[in-house]
């Protein structure tokens, strides 16, 4: 089988053509850093079995980033039979040099340059032709998204044939750095998944992969005087400079035409999305009608009471709890499934009828507002804001993810650039960042107490700033320079804003509803042997403290399995009537900045590691509970009525 690897900058276009060649979906957006982790699929291209990669993005072989880290591993360690590099028309002089790289470290390359409908627009023609004769590679000019250009590339991957090594590009540096590389290259036995003369260049460039491996053996005792003297010699500078100077003369020799500067609608709006007060004011707008009336209102408010209240209250729940009434004999089986905490009752009905709803909703507005390329402009725009948390604007995106699902947020924060950030985003992720379940259920819940709502949004955001503040100064280290792909504003099509919906809440409802039904089947034996007053004996002393109801111990309970679950179970008291309103704006703050779910702990633990995902619950616990304390204690001296 046929191994072939999609590779190239963010937001080219990678995964709308992995979807093209394999007809399986993974997630587009139009902003970079969508891919975090590899995706495979098998397909046959013009009858020839093909294993087609999608791997995250990558600007350069020397990786930054630890999603570039694993492009690279993976093109070492596998060796594809064939590297598709993919481009953006539009940026073909920035984007050359990894072409470059590429075919410099022997692996067979095809060049795709995609988005030429975008680039046709802008006025630039470029001749492929005479690209592909200049590179003595394969190159494909494609529209994926109109899937134009793809069935050439699919002969390309079914036919390829590795073109003789001297028919293929060839980088000639000066003479001094030709004699470093000829040097270093003389003594390395093997160029660690590159040619020697590339793993060479990468080492004058102070590339920290290839000196750690090196670094083991005995070539690094040779090799180090000589590397630590091209650093003196800053060749690292030469080289960058050298190799865009190829790039121009063949970006020269190929692009026909001149760029149109008349500024569009699109880019209009796009530029002021970036300044500080219209962009500000757009914030607003998109949180309040995006997020506090659609999700809030519309999806946590009106479809969770017609679903909940009309149609399983009136319809789907007394038909079912007959059909089992009538099917299952036993009483224990009974309250398995129908009971107090029963797998129908508790467990697919908080799931379908309550959390559903909510991420539905949320889902949706997220897909809309990632494809037209907002998000972008948004990290550019709190990039000053999350200075003062020790990070750059890139965080925003792995931040504004976690209001979908915490999961996904950790596993992006892979896209951070120092290990530093990534701890600092997964701590202020796992503390202050509510789910969309969770955020809708609480806006659903404060709703008839608008200034509660206020407090609740004012205290987490201060909580938010003051963690990240404080773990900023603990943690030691610096805070990397900001740089982000901005792509262009587009009006997203509506087939892969329900495609992304549809495909995320699947994935969605395929990690919380076994976790659901598993925590009503604990909590329903736990019932059954009398153990269960007991656990809920030992949390009352906190609910106690918190000046909160008996009953809110169950509560807390269902949020130690997961904090959706926990909300749910408190919306329930809520619609009874069993809570006053400062008493829901506690319960609402503490389960906020509750312990993560089972599957965000999993995944911190192994993107962070074991220590530090329990030193961060312990932080957690502590802050949740005392924020508790201390926002009862305020209560009782501000002249405030909730």
């Known amino acids: 089988m046929r191994k072939v690897a999609l590779v190239g900058s963010p937001n080219v276009g990678k995964s709308v053509i992995f979807n093209c060649l394999t007809g399986r979906y993974t997630t587009v957006s139009n902003y970079p850093g969508t891919t975090v982790e590899i995706a495979r699929s098998n397909s046959t291209c013009c009858g020839i079995a093909c294993e087609i990669i999608d791997t995250p ?103 390829y044939e590795l073109i003789p090594s001297e028919k293929r590009y060839y980088r000639q540096f000066s003479e001094t750095i030709e004699e470093e590389i000829s040097h270093i290259s003389a003594h390395l036995s093997h160029g660690y998944g590159l040619s020697l003369r590339m793993a060479a260049i990468l080492l004058l460039q102070q590339d920290t992969i290839l000196q750690e491996e090196i670094g083991r053996g005995n070539e ?26 190829m790039v121009n003369t063949i970006v ?43 999700v809030g209102k519309f999806g946590a408010g009106f479809l969770v009471d017609y679903i909940d ?53 949320f889902f949706f507005m997220f897909s809309i507002l990632e494809d037209c390329g907002y998000l972008p402009r948004l990290a550019m725009l709190v990039d000053g804001m999350f200075k003062f948390l020790g990070l750059n604007g890139r965080a925003v995106i792995p931040i504004i993810l976690g209001f979908g699902c915490g999961t996904m947020a950790v596993i992006v924060t892979r896209t951070l650039e120092t290990k530093r950030e990534r701890l600092l985003a997964t701590f202020l992720l796992s503390l202050t960042i509510p789910c969309s379940a969770q955020l809708g259920m609480v806006l659903a819940i404060l709703s008839s107490h608008p200034v509660g709502f206020f407090v609740w949004s004012i205290y987490i955001l201060i909580i938010f700033l003051l963690a990240g503040w404080l773990s900023a100064k603990v943690i030691p280290g610096e805070r990397s320079s900001f740089y982000l792909e901005i792509p262009p504003l587009r009006i997203p099509a509506y087939s892969n804003v329900l495609t992304k919906v549809y495909t995320r809440i699947i994935w969605y409802l395929a ?11 604990i909590l329903w034996v736990f019932e059954r042997i009398g153990f269960l007053p007991y656990i809920i004996q030992t949390i009352i002393p906190v609910t106690a403290l918190l000046q909160l109801p008996e009953s809110m111990a169950a509560v807390f309970l ?17 619609r009874l009537g069993v809570l006053s309103g400062q008493q829901l704006l506690v319960a609402s703050i503490v389960l906020t900045l509750f312990v993560p779910c089972i599957a965000q702990m999993a995944v911190m633990s192994r993107e962070r590691g ?13 802050v949740s509970i005392a924020s508790g304390i201390f926002v009862n204690w305020l209560l009782c001296f501000l002249p405030v009525s909730i």
Request: overall charge neutral; charged content about 20%.
């Open 57 to 159: 993005g990558m600007y350069s072989l020397m990786p930054i980033t630890e999603e570039e880290s694993v492009t690279r591993r993976l093109l070492c360690t596998e060796k594809p039979d064939l590297v598709i590099h993919v481009i953006d028309a539009k940026h073909i002089r920035r984007m050359l040099p990894l072409t470059l790289q590429l075919i410099e470290a022997g692996f067979p390359v095809c060049l795709t340059i995609n988005m030429m409908d975008e680039a046709k627009q802008l006025g630039i023609r470029i001749d492929i032709t005479a690209l592909a004769g200049i590179l003595g590679i394969p190159v494909v000019a494609t529209e994926a998204l109109h899937k134009k250009g793809i069935e050439g590339l699919k002969k390309y991957v079914a036919a």
């Open 558 to 574: 269902l949020g130690f399995f997961r904090r959706d679950y926990g909300t749910a179970g408190l919306y329930d008291l809520c």
């Open 511 to 521: 990690e919380i509803l076994p976790v659901f039904i598993i925590t009503s089947i």
């Open 309 to 361: 209240n009309i149609l399983f209250k009136q319809y789907i729940t007394p038909m079912a709890t007959n059909m089992i009434y009538h099917l299952v004999p036993w009483d224990w089986g009974r309250s398995l499934l129908v009971g107090e905490y029963g797998i129908f009752s508790m467990g697919i009905r908080y799931t379908l009828a309550i959390i559903l709803p909510i991420v539905g909703t």
């Open 610 to 622: 074991g220590v530090a995902s329990l030193l961060m619950l312990i932080l957690i616990m502590t």
């Open 252 to 294: 020269s020799a190929v692009l026909k035409g001149k760029t149109h500067t008349v500024l569009s609608v699109g880019d209009s709006l796009g530029k002021w999305t970036r300044e500080p007060f219209i962009g500000g004011v757009l914030v607003c707008i998109v949180l309040y009608f995006g997020f506090y009336e659609f």
């Open 220 to 245: 690094g005792k040779v090799l180090a005087d000589q590397i630590k003297k091209a650093a003196g010699s800053k060749l690292f500078y030469r080289i960058t400079a050298e190799e865009y100077d």
